[in-house]
């Protein structure tokens, strides 16, 4: 193996381990790069995380903008490219899953299948979003999506109860199929004005909220923690109350009541937590699960939006909450781009031993 430094020439080098780039051709040096792990990349069902936390920041202007504290346009333009990102992914992760015949694996995946639900949930939103500001045959996409969501939710729920499974596999995660979905589908159909669907979806959300956290806390409490690489769905819990506040605010029309302050009280519990996870977090390494960050941090900001709209409290609070997040979420956009260019942030598949060699010779996976 050659110890020359990498600024030496590359005739001293082996011909095999040098990268040289036309650029440094022409300057008589080489630059060696490290090469990219081997295998096809694998997009995973928690990559439609990105379009979600996207739609979650759109959610946040678009609530500020029905105030009049800021214009409608930064908000329109989140949700386009919240559209963009689902149809990339979607390709992305539909192409994969019928070039390896894995269909039935990705959405039963005990770790990453509950994820694929957002995959129906974001374009329930980009209807919505259409069904306000178009024309009204968007109301019926929106409400085929809404049946497609909670349907799915359901046959994802009957899947755990025919297959089973240990406590140790449950992560925050599993909220998304029927809890996100009931919640999230009847804050768009409050939006609507089909007020008695709302109420009828909201109950979905909160029964399955109230049955399957009792069930997470129990894994968390009592058994080991959780791999590092599922430490960010730990940011999911803040989700349900606040998600639930504002699709309650949709019922009541933007009325600060009762059920609001008890979702409000249990959000502020959640919100704590979230404080006491930093240092948890700071040791993370970085991969494309810090999505699940973004929609449930912006969803708690579009509720704090609500409730001091509502409550009539200073405008420089709204300001500072969108600032708040929109750096943050931009952050996190910059942070995922620089993984996605140096090839860290797709995980890859195990390319198949050649003939003759030991499986660890040929390749290994990256996350």
């Known amino acids: 193996m050659s110890t020359s430094p990498p600024e030496e020439h590359s005739r001293t080098r082996p011909r095999t381990r040098t990268r040289t780039s036309p650029r440094s051709s022409k300057a008589g040096r080489s630059t060696w790069r490290a090469p990219r792990p081997p295998g096809r990349l694998h997009p995973r069902a928690n990559l439609f995380g990105v379009p979600m936390g996207v739609a979650g920041l759109a959610q946040c202007w678009t609530a500020a903008a029905a105030a009049d504290h800021v214009p409608q346009w930064p908000g329109l333009s989140l949700w386009v490219l919240t559209g963009m990102l689902w149809l990339v992914i979607s390709v992305a992760?539909?192409?994969?899953?019928?070039?390896?015949?894995?269909?039935r694996s990705e959405v039963t995946d005990p770790t990453f299948g509950v994820f694929s639900s957002l995959g129906v949930l974001v374009p329930t939103l980009l209807a919505l979003v259409l069904a306000l500001h178009s024309v009204a045959e968007w109301r019926v996409v929106f409400l085929v999506f809404v049946g497609l969501s909670t349907g799915y939710g359901g046959w994802v729920t009957a899947g755990w109860v025919v297959n089973g499974g240990s406590l140790e596999r449950w992560h925050p995660g599993?909220?998304?199929?029927?809890?996100?979905?009931?919640?999230?589908?009847?804050?768009g159909a409050g939006q609507l004005g089909y007020r008695t669907l709302a109420v009828a979806l909201f109950g979905y959300g909160l029964?399955?909220?109230?049955?399957?956290?009792?069930?997470?806390?129990?894994?968390?409490?009592?058994?080991?923690?959780?791999?590092?690489?599922?430490a960010p769905t730990l940011a999911?819990?803040?989700?349900p109350p606040v998600v639930a506040g504002n699709a309650w605010f949709t019922v009541t029309g933007g009325r600060v009541d009762a059920v609001v302050l008890v979702l409000?009280?249990?959000?502020?519990?959640m919100a704590v937590v979230q404080l006491r996870l930093l240092a948890l977090y700071r040791r993370l390494s970085f991969a494309a699960g810090w999505w699940a960050f973004a929609f449930s941090y912006a969803a708690a900001v579009a509720f704090a939006i609500r409730c001091l709209t509502a409550t009539g409290a200073a405008t420089g609070l709204v300001d500072v909450l969108l600032g708040?997040?929109?750096l943050g979420i931009g952050a996190l956009t910059v942070r995922s781009l620089v993984a996605l260019h140096a090839g860290t942030l797709l995980p890859r598949?195990?390319?198949?031993?050649?003939p003759g060699l030991p499986v660890g010779q040929s390749g290994q996976r990256t996350s």
């Open 174 to 187: 599993y909220l998304l199929p029927t809890v996100a979905t009931g919640l999230v589908c009847a804050a």
């Open 264 to 269: 409000g009280g249990y959000a502020a519990l």
């Open 349 to 354: 598949e195990l390319p198949a031993a050649a």
């Open 236 to 239: 999911i819990e803040l989700a």
């Open 324 to 326: 708040v997040i929109t």
């Open 93 to 103: 992760f539909v192409g994969n899953a019928a070039r390896s015949h894995r269909w």
């Open 207 to 230: 029964v399955c909220w109230f049955s399957l956290t009792s069930i997470i806390w129990l894994r968390l409490f009592t058994l080991p923690p959780m791999p590092p690489a599922l």
